[in-house]
């Protein structure tokens, strides 16, 4: 396991639309570990491979409840809505409010290969739009309300 450098705004990795990934190999299942560490050693709640330079979709979240790993995620059902600030390891030092929805259902292969549903609620809902989002090269400053 390594650490990763996080991209900062501004670099282009961070606008482009992340590749699917085929095969759930070595290479990736490093990749998962790397972005884990990365993300821990950083202070956040997720990481996007897009934020260390890798267009893969790949994501990893902790809100404090276990490390989440989804590949190729997707977001299947929304619903509610909730205000609130957010931030981003490649946006160091501002934050934004962002309007999210509040209940969020993404769909996802695991670092097995096996397909699954998770839902989430206020902060792991944010953090699941958040983090797809970065797959899709939009950030959270493209959001915020003024």
């Given at each position: 396991?390594?650490?990763r450098?996080?991209?900062?705004?501004?670099?282009?990795?961070?606008?482009?639309?992340?590749?699917?990934?085929?095969?759930?190999d070595?290479?990736i299942?490093?990749?998962?570990d790397?972005?884990?560490?990365?993300?821990?050693?950083?202070?956040?709640?997720?990481?996007?491979?897009?934020q260390?330079?890798?267009?893969?979709?790949?994501?990893?979240?902790?809100?404090?409840?276990?490390l989440l790993?989804?590949?190729?995620?997707?977001?299947?059902?929304?619903?509610?809505?909730?205000?609130?600030?957010?931030?981003?390891?490649?946006v160091?030092?501002?934050?934004?409010?962002?309007?999210?929805?509040?209940?969020?259902?993404?769909?996802?292969?695991?670092?097995?290969g096996?397909?699954?549903?998770?839902?989430?609620?206020?902060?792991?809902?944010?953090?699941?739009?958040?983090?797809?989002?970065?797959l899709?090269?939009i950030?959270?400053?493209?959001?915020?309300?003024k």
């Amino acid at each position: 396991m390594a650490l990763r450098e996080i991209v900062q705004i501004g670099e282009p990795v961070l606008r482009k639309k992340a590749k699917k990934v085929e095969v759930i190999d070595e290479k990736i299942i490093q990749i998962l570990d790397d972005m884990a560490d990365t993300m821990y050693n950083a202070d956040g709640v997720g990481l996007a491979a897009p934020q260390v330079g890798i267009l893969k979709r790949i994501v990893v979240i902790d809100i404090g409840d276990g490390l989440l790993e989804l590949i190729n995620p997707e977001i299947i059902e929304t619903s509610g809505e909730q205000i609130g600030e957010e931030g981003c390891l490649s946006v160091i030092g501002e934050s934004g409010i962002v309007r999210r929805p509040n209940i969020v259902k993404v769909r996802a292969y695991n670092r097995k290969g096996q397909l699954f549903e998770i839902e989430g609620e206020e902060l792991l809902a944010r953090a699941f739009c958040h983090e797809i989002d970065h797959l899709d090269g939009i950030l959270y400053v493209d959001k915020v309300e003024k």
